[in-house]
Antibody
Framework: EVQLVESGGGVVRPGGSLRLSCATSGFTFDDYGMNWVRQTPGKGLEWVSGINWNGGSTGYADSVKGRFTISRDNAKNSLFLQMNSLRVEDAALYHC???????????????WGKGTTVTVSS | EIVLTQSPGTLSLSPGERATLSCRASQGVSSNYLAWYQQKPGQAPRLLIYGASSRATGIPDRFSGSGSGTDFTLTISRLEPEDFAVYYCQQYGGSPITFGQGTRLEIK
């Protein structure tokens, strides 16, 4: 069974940092591009960042560019999101999402994790 | 960035009825790269349709997708109790990928 399990969420003050992880199983991890997508009641679903199969190509939403860094460890079947300089508006449920292709773009998401919650508050 | 607008925001129907959900794009979606997802409370989104009209593995044939260019539709032919949820469209033909704001399908 394909599984994506996120962790690392929590409560952080504005300006703080968090590192999200996504542990995967049930498929050949380095056959797929991966994304982070966040969800809030107000803004709905928002693409945050993506990475291709070997980590050689990455992309970011303008809202997080320069503050967030996506990475992956294919030996450990894991995806990461380093979030720095967090803002109140970054608070959301962060989903790990697999896309049907080697790149992170021009492919649809076929499997989602349940997400990990990030709260940014003073 | 392609903006997707879903309508209606909320749709109230009874089991057995037909549901028609709309997704309109601010510009043409390349290669009809449009997907539909279903999300129930506390669960991850579930892929229903990709490429505008192809059903994902395991999705019942009462779900169908249609459309091209800027106008897309998800149709549920006969609603089952488990179909009441929130539905999102997503385009993946342009960067960044974007999502609609969702349509809530509720029991009348």
């Amino acid at each position: 069974e394909v599984q994506l399990v996120e962790s690392g969420g929590g409560v952080v003050r504005p300006g703080g940092s968090l590192r999200l992880s996504c542990a995967t199983s049930g498929f050949t991890f380095d056959d797929y591009g991966m994304n982070w997508v966040r969800q809030t009641p107000g803004k709905g679903l928002e693409w945050v960042s993506g990475i291709n199969w070997n980590g050689g190509s990455t992309g970011y939403a303008d809202s997080v560019k320069g503050r967030f860094t996506i990475s992956r460890d294919n030996a450990k079947n894991s995806l990461f999101l380093q979030m720095n300089s967090l803002r109140v508006e970054d608070a959301a449920l962060y989903h790990c999402a697999r896309v049907v292709g080697l790149d992170y773009y021009y492919y649809y998401v076929d499997v989602w994790g349940k997400g990990t919650t990030v709260t940014v508050s003073s | 960035e392609i903006v997707l607008t879903q309508s209606p925001g909320t749709l109230s129907l009874s089991p057995g009825e037909r549901a028609t959900l709309s997704c309109r794009a601010s510009q043409g979606v390349s290669s009809n790269y449009l997907a539909w997802y279903q999300q129930k409370p506390g669960q991850a989104p579930r892929l229903l349709i990709y490429g505008a009209s192809s059903r994902a593995t395991g999705i019942p044939d009462r779900f169908s997708g249609s459309g091209s260019g800027t106008d897309f539709t998800l149709t549920i032919s006969r609603l089952e109790p488990e179909d009441f949820a929130v539905y999102y469209c997503q385009q993946y033909g342009g960067s960044p990928i974007t999502f609609g704001q969702g349509t809530r399908l509720e029991i009348k």
